[in-house]
């Protein structure tokens, strides 16, 4: 697999306190998926305890591998519609993924949203490809501290 390339703020995280996004390819594996989280969260001193809640689009809501990465890591998960996510006002957007998906950003718009509206901030922006060309972005957004976050209200 190829290394990823991560944006990230350092610090240490305190425990359940990151909303984690995810943007992948259809068919994206379990270890894939895996290991871009996990690279995503080394890269801000972070671990598997830090994890508040998964979040993504609603079309990936029947993804085997993210599935299974949520059921494996015990992580509870959100998923949010396109025009929710296109609601939130991300620095980087993806004229590709606007096409595709209907918003231009998923993983970050994701991790904000899950995050809180009152607080949350993007910490890492990490971009994963394997070697069978499956792409993952993972952004991690610290949760609001003066809010309960979407994660944590009832649906």
Avoid: Y
Wanted: proline residues 5%; glycine residues 10%; charged residues 20%.
């Amino acid at each position: 697999m190829s290394p990823g390339v991560s944006d990230a703020e350092p610090g240490a995280p305190g425990r359940s306190s990151v909303a984690v996004g995810i943007g992948c390819n259809r068919g994206t594996s379990l270890q894939t998926l895996r290991r871009a989280v996990f690279e995503a969260l080394e890269a801000v001193r972070a671990g598997h305890g830090d994890v508040a809640v998964i979040a993504t689009v609603d079309r990936k809501a029947n993804e085997p591998g993210l599935l299974a990465l949520i059921e494996t890591e015990g992580w509870p998960a959100r998923f949010f519609s396109a025009d929710d996510l296109a609601r939130i006002d991300v620095s980087k957007g993806s004229a590709r993924v606007q096409r595709l998906i209907g918003t231009p950003s998923v993983s970050a718009a994701a991790a904000l949203l899950a995050a809180g509206q009152f607080g949350g901030a993007l910490i890492a922006h990490h971009r994963f490809r394997d070697d069978a060309g499956c792409f993952v972005t993972v952004s991690l957004a610290r949760m609001g501290r003066d809010c309960t976050s979407i994660a944590e209200r009832k649906p």
